[in-house]
């Protein structure tokens, strides 16, 4: 499966780096139009089976979708840009975060992709006193920030403070762009933490126990903001 990574210039780059690794991709860049409004935007794009969007302009986007090709929104425009989207395409999704998505779709190619990049998941091994032996990401951002804030927390041990700084070092590494109203940087660390401290409950569940309390809240704070989107 070929991917095309498309952008303005401003997002993508790194997730081009880290999907290419995994996949067929190729980088497409296309204009930026310096007005509001935009009509009849001619747009050659190269043949691929999947594109991921991360342009930032909704008329560049709707071109996109016009492809009659699967698209993951990477940049999103709120619902009432998707509806319209769908109108056009039905096989797009845009995910709360790219590290929200999941290989549940309708579109294959999405969901092909999004058993090797979206919704975290880890395979981690804890000691009884909560201490992180070791951690291996199954599934992680295609940003690399799962990569790159898990690298710290082998010798940790499990706390609402570690978690709180797990999450914080998700949102530093994060590049999900605060522009479209489902992006939210503070969504893609909560989420972090919730399937991190899933993965723990599956193989120690005695040892989740020790901050469920602090879990029950942190949920509440996701529906909240997931019911924004």
Same mark, same amino acid.
């Given at each position: 499966?070929?991917?095309?990574?498309?952008?303005?210039?401003?997002?993508?780059?790194?997730?081009?780096?880290?999907?290419?690794?995994?996949?067929?991709?190729?980088?497409?860049?296309?204009?930026?139009?310096?007005?509001?409004?935009?009509?009849?935007? %001619?747009?050659?794009?190269?043949?691929?089976?999947?594109?991921?969007?991360?342009?930032?302009? =909704? &008329?560049?986007?709707?071109?996109?979708?016009?492809?009659?090709?699967?698209?993951?929104?990477?940049?999103?425009?709120?619902?009432?840009?998707?509806?319209?989207?769908?109108?056009?395409?039905?096989?797009?999704?845009?995910?709360?975060?790219?590290?929200?998505?999941?290989?549940?779709?309708?579109?294959?190619?999405?969901?092909?992709?999004?058993?090797?990049?979206?919704?975290?998941?880890?395979?981690?091994?804890?000691?009884?006193?909560?201490?992180?032996?070791?951690?291996?990401?199954?599934?992680?951002?295609?940003?690399?920030?799962?990569?790159?804030?898990?690298?710290?927390?082998?010798?940790?041990?499990?706390?609402?403070?570690?978690?709180?700084?797990?999450?914080?070092?998700?949102?530093?590494?994060?590049?999900?762009?605060?522009?479209?109203?489902?992006? &939210?940087?503070?969504?893609?660390?909560?989420?972090?933490?919730?399937?991190?401290?899933?993965?723990?409950?599956?193989?120690? =569940?005695?040892?989740?126990?020790?901050?469920?309390?602090?879990? %029950?809240?942190?949920?509440?704070?996701?529906?909240?903001?997931?019911?924004?989107?």
């Amino acid at each position: 499966m070929k991917i095309g990574i498309i952008s303005d210039g401003k997002f993508g780059d790194r997730a081009f780096e880290i999907i290419q690794e995994k996949f067929p991709t190729e980088w497409i860049m296309v204009p930026f139009p310096s007005g509001v409004m935009v009509d009849d935007i %001619d747009l050659p794009l190269p043949d691929c089976d999947l594109y991921i969007s991360y342009v930032r302009h =909704p &008329d560049v986007a709707l071109a996109i979708i016009e492809k009659q090709k699967p698209v993951i929104l990477g940049v999103s425009f709120g619902p009432g840009f998707l509806r319209q989207a769908k109108e056009i395409n039905e096989n797009i999704v845009a995910p709360p975060t790219m590290c929200s998505l999941e290989d549940n779709t309708w579109v294959p190619e999405i969901n092909e992709f999004a058993r090797t990049f979206g919704k975290p998941s880890f395979d981690v091994r804890i000691r009884n006193d909560g201490t992180i032996e070791s951690i291996r990401i199954l599934r992680g951002s295609p940003c690399g920030s799962t990569v790159e804030a898990s690298k710290e927390l082998p010798g940790t041990t499990l706390s609402p403070d570690q978690l709180q700084h797990y999450g914080l070092r998700i949102c530093h590494f994060c590049r999900a762009p605060r522009l479209g109203k489902t992006c &939210d940087k503070e969504v893609s660390g909560l989420l972090h933490i919730r399937e991190l401290v899933h993965a723990i409950n599956t193989v120690a =569940p005695g040892v989740g126990e020790r901050v469920q309390t602090f879990m %029950d809240e942190m949920e509440k704070i996701i529906d909240q903001k997931m019911a924004r989107t």
